[in-house]
């Protein structure tokens, strides 16, 4: 079997999964990691038996891929290094720190054929993949994200560290384009904003309300999303799924399904059932490097692409520049 030569760059939080995590992966070999923070780097690489590379330039002499998990600020310069050295790319979200850097990623990835695939990390969370086949056509949708104050990752507002993944999921939910975006947020505890909600219109008619704050007494990963006989509810942080379903009177009803009747009058009755899906034992960081692994061995459009990093990114864009302008009373 063809393995994949990979190496990390960047051993924090994440970057120490990703080392881990690759390692379990059948069809790649870990070949090295590199930081520019030699005692952190040194530490990862003694507990998990991985070789340090002294340079980014090092490491891709001796790779076909990397994951970067260095800091938002440090995505481009090495997405674009990577790139340059005919690379492929996993990088964690969001894709940069800008929209203009995006687009040059996403096109020099085109150019050359090459992999890019952003961590977008909660698409393959359990709760999501579970309940795929119920969503079709969400007209709103209301997503409530809150976490405990954590310094890692203030070094940008928290529309960029968290709401980010509930804008990813609503741009691939929702098959329209975004018309217009109200929005509000206020920095607490940090330099950037600290909480923050969006109103998201689409063309077709459907609403997404979006809070995220990283200011919480606990943590809150919530989707509830509403469309024409069903309504379905996402819990994140459980994996968690559950669907209220108008069904046909006529349909017939799986006995494992609570029903609770019939509900209407006359020719617009419907039967109500509840379904709540067995948890899927699933690791989504390891999957999602795994689908990653395999989008570059067998050349497939990977499942978040650079495309859709960057379109999380410009509506992510436009909801900070949206609250600027509320704070200035424009």
């Not at 600020?73 to 990088?91: G, P, Y």
């Not at 919530?222 to 459980?238: E, G, N, W």
């Not at 795994?290 to 436009?318: C, H, M, W």
């Amino acid at each position: 079997m063809e393995k994949l030569k990979i190496g990390v760059i960047g051993t924090g939080h994440l970057g120490k999964l990703h080392t881990k995590l690759f390692k379990t992966i059948n069809n790649c070999e870990l070949v090295g990691i590199y930081d520019s923070n030699t005692a952190q780097v040194k530490l990862v690489s003694e507990e998990f038996a991985v070789p340090v590379t002294d340079s980014v330039e090092n490491l891709l002499e001796n790779v076909n891929a990397v994951s970067i998990a260095a800091t938002t600020s440090a995505h481009f310069e090495i997405a674009k290094k990577c790139f340059e050295h005919n690379i492929h790319v996993f990088i964690e979200k969001p894709i940069t720190a800008s929209i203009k850097e995006a687009k040059e990623l996403v096109e020099l990835a085109e150019k050359k054929k090459l992999t890019l695939q952003v961590g977008h990390i909660e698409r393959f969370n359990p709760a999501l993949v579970s309940m795929e086949k119920y969503i079709d056509n969400p007209m709103f949708i209301q997503t409530d994200r809150l976490a405990q104050f954590n310094p890692r990752g203030t070094d940008v507002a928290v529309v960029l560290d968290l709401m980010i993944h509930d804008i990813d999921i609503i741009l691939s939910l929702v098959n329209s384009d975004v018309a217009n975006v109200q929005a509000n947020g206020v920095a607490v505890v940090s330099n950037h904003l600290d909480i923050a909600n969006a109103r998201l219109q689409f063309e077709n008619g459907a609403v997404a309300n979006v809070t995220a704050s990283r200011i919480s007494q606990k943590k809150m990963r919530k989707m509830r999303i509403f469309q024409r006989d069903s309504y379905v509810a996402l819990d994140f942080v459980t994996g968690i799924a559950e669907a209220y379903r108008l069904l046909p009177t006529e349909a017939e009803v799986d006995p494992k399904l609570f029903s609770f009747g019939e509900i209407g009058v006359g020719d617009k009755k419907k039967k109500l059932v509840y379904e709540q899906p067995a948890q899927k034992e699933l690791n989504a960081l390891q999957y999602e490097l795994q689908l990653f692994v395999y989008s570059v061995l067998n050349n497939t459009k990977p499942v978040v692409s650079g495309v859709d990093g960057l379109r999380a990114l410009k509506v992510a864009e436009i909801i900070l520049e949206k609250i600027q302008k509320s704070q200035k009373g424009i």
